[in-house]
């Protein structure tokens, strides 16, 4: 039975990574590897039981014989419970992120990156929108940032071939951003979430090797621009739901929103209490004041037809169902006890962090940075040395995959839902983006090891 769980998960690797000329999709791979993996799991669980908990069942049944209802119920609720517990604490996160952006957006707090930006000038606008996604997806989520930051882009530039360099620039910016925040990025929060990492620390460690994985190929990809671009500017921006808050009440919502974002981390270490209470914490706060600020247009029932959060509702629900997935099914392999075995492997003839992570990501490239980055979690537990709190060990994987998942458009959400909107091809993003991104990566990657030898201090 382990040997068909492992064979799904390798089946499931293949057809996330051939996603895009399969059609199908990433979340429903994750959803269907989740769930038929714990079936197959819990259908031989007797043995399964025997060889990872044997103490724990024994002191479960507390005397009881040991049946086939009982074994069931003790995966239950010992076993897979806790699986579901860690895979709902980010989508709940995740959630109540994506919830407090399209509040804001529909308020119309973003207008004020379309009024940064306006400007034909190739450099500015560049700079200025993938500086605007940088910021943003480090403090939101980096999906849905990239998602609106696309829109947003696709409305000024006319030409095709502009859009797809500053839209594979935008996608870059929010991984990059997203990247050295425990808040910006699935692996992060679950990096947090699991005390391997301290959110300062961590932090201040993959800032500058993220900057630099984002800024190198930017100034590439400027080169390929021409220095005026074709746009065209709405004569006045849409504000989400057509709430007419005048310019105080949406900085107002923004601080309340970003502000209250940054502050999780400090909650988080008051109260040892999951990040996600603070986002929804967040999240109430800026539902109040939303209906405060809007009540007069909402009792009146004059509320548009919402354009943008169409988009980013699209993305949320399948990024949502891609990560449960992907951690239940991470989750029932873990339990079969392969992961140890490939961490035993791994130490006996690599045993280098550095050259797995290069591994890590190439990998997420061709599959998905999320998919690889949790795979190599799950190898190991909290321990010592480079596996410690704040270790080497899981800075690494979050940079290498969140970084290595834009070498290629295929291994992130973000990077697919540029080729849906823009019709990239592959072979082009090969040719055009590859390169440069790999570069900014290798160099964001030694400036790691750089910061990791020089001045690691668990």
Same mark, same amino acid.
Not at 80 to 109: H, K, P, Q
Not at 160 to 176: D, K, P
Not at 217 to 233: C, E, H, K, S
């Given at each position: 039975m382990t040997l068909i769980i492992v064979t799904m998960l390798i089946l499931a690797y293949v057809l996330i990574a051939t996603g895009h000329l399969t059609g199908v999709n990433k979340a429903a791979i994750a959803m269907f590897l989740g769930t038929v993996g714990w079936v197959v799991y819990v259908s031989w669980g007797a043995d399964f039981v025997a060889d990872q908990h044997p103490e724990e069942y024994r002191e479960w049944l507390n005397g009881a014989l040991p049946t086939s209802e009982a074994v069931k119920?003790?995966?239950?609720?010992?076993?897979?419970?806790?699986?579901?517990?860690?895979?709902?604490?980010?989508?709940?996160?995740?959630?109540?992120?994506?919830?407090?952006?399209?509040?804001?957006? %529909?308020?119309?707090?973003f207008d004020f990156i379309s009024e940064w930006i306006r400007t034909r000038n190739s450099k500015r606008l560049l700079w200025s #929108?993938? &500086?605007?996604?940088?910021?943003?997806? $480090?403090n939101l989520d980096n999906l849905t940032t990239a998602t609106m930051m696309l829109?947003?882009?696709? %409305?000024?530039?006319? %030409?095709?071939?502009?859009?797809?360099?500053? +839209?594979?620039? #935008?996608?870059?910016?929010?991984? !990059?951003?997203?990247?050295?925040?425990?808040? +910006?990025?699935?692996t992060g929060l679950i990096l947090w979430g699991d005390g391997a990492v301290t959110a300062s620390r961590f932090s201040a460690y993959l800032l500058i090797p993220a900057l630099l994985a984002w800024v #190198? =190929?930017?100034?590439?990809?400027?080169?390929?621009?021409?220095?005026?671009?074709?746009?065209?500017?709405?004569?006045? =921006?849409?504000?989400?739901?057509?709430?007419? &808050?005048?310019?105080?009440?949406?900085?107002?919502?923004?601080?309340v929103g970003i502000g209250g974002l940054w502050f999780i981390p400090t909650f988080h270490n008051i109260t040892k209490l999951a990040p996600f209470l603070g986002a929804l914490c967040v999240l109430s706060v800026l539902w109040v004041v939303n209906e405060a600020f809007n009540r007069k247009l909402m009792n009146a029932d004059q509320m548009a037809q919402r354009r943008i959060p169409r988009a980013l509702q699209y993305g949320a629900i399948q990024q949502m169902l891609?990560?449960?997935?992907?951690?239940?099914?991470? *989750?029932v392999v873990t339990?079969?006890?392969?992961?140890?075995?490939?961490?035993?492997?791994?130490?006996?003839?690599?045993?280098?962090?550095?050259?797995? +992570? #290069?591994? $890590?990501?190439?990998? !997420?490239?061709?599959?998905? !940075?999320?998919?690889? $980055?949790?795979?190599?979690? !799950?190898?190991?537990?909290? *321990?010592g040395g480079e596996l $410690?709190? %704040?270790?080497?060990?899981w800075s690494v994987i979050a940079y290498t995959t969140a970084i290595g998942g834009c070498l290629l458009s295929i291994g992130s959400i973000s990077g697919l839902a540029l080729m849906k909107m823009e019709h990239v091809k592959l072979g082009w993003y090969v040719k055009h983006m590859t390169p440069k991104i790999l570069l900014g990566w290798i160099i964001g990657y030694i400036v790691l090891w750089l910061e990791m030898n020089m001045f690691y201090v668990i």
């Open positions: 119920l003790f995966i239950y609720n010992k076993v897979f419970l806790n699986y579901v517990g860690r895979a709902a604490a980010i989508v709940m996160f995740l959630l109540a992120t994506m919830s407090i952006v399209e509040i804001l957006n %529909n308020n119309g707090c #929108i993938t &500086l605007a996604t940088f910021i943003l997806s $480090a829109v947003i882009m696709h %409305n000024i530039l006319q %030409n095709s071939r502009q859009r797809m360099l500053v +839209g594979s620039a #935008i996608v870059l910016a929010a991984n !990059s951003g997203g990247s050295f925040t425990v808040i +910006g990025d699935p #190198i =190929p930017t100034i590439l990809i400027n080169r390929q621009l021409p220095d005026r671009l074709d746009t065209a500017w709405n004569p006045s =921006p849409y504000r989400g739901d057509d709430t007419r &808050l005048n310019r105080w009440q949406r900085v107002v919502m923004l601080v891609f990560v449960m997935g992907i951690m239940l099914g991470m *989750g339990e079969t006890g392969v992961w140890s075995d490939v961490a035993v492997w791994f130490d006996t003839y690599i045993h280098d962090i550095w050259l797995m +992570g #290069i591994g $890590a990501g190439l990998l !997420s490239a061709i599959v998905d !940075s999320f998919t690889i $980055a949790i795979s190599n979690i !799950s190898l190991y537990t909290l *321990g $410690a709190t %704040n270790g080497a060990y």
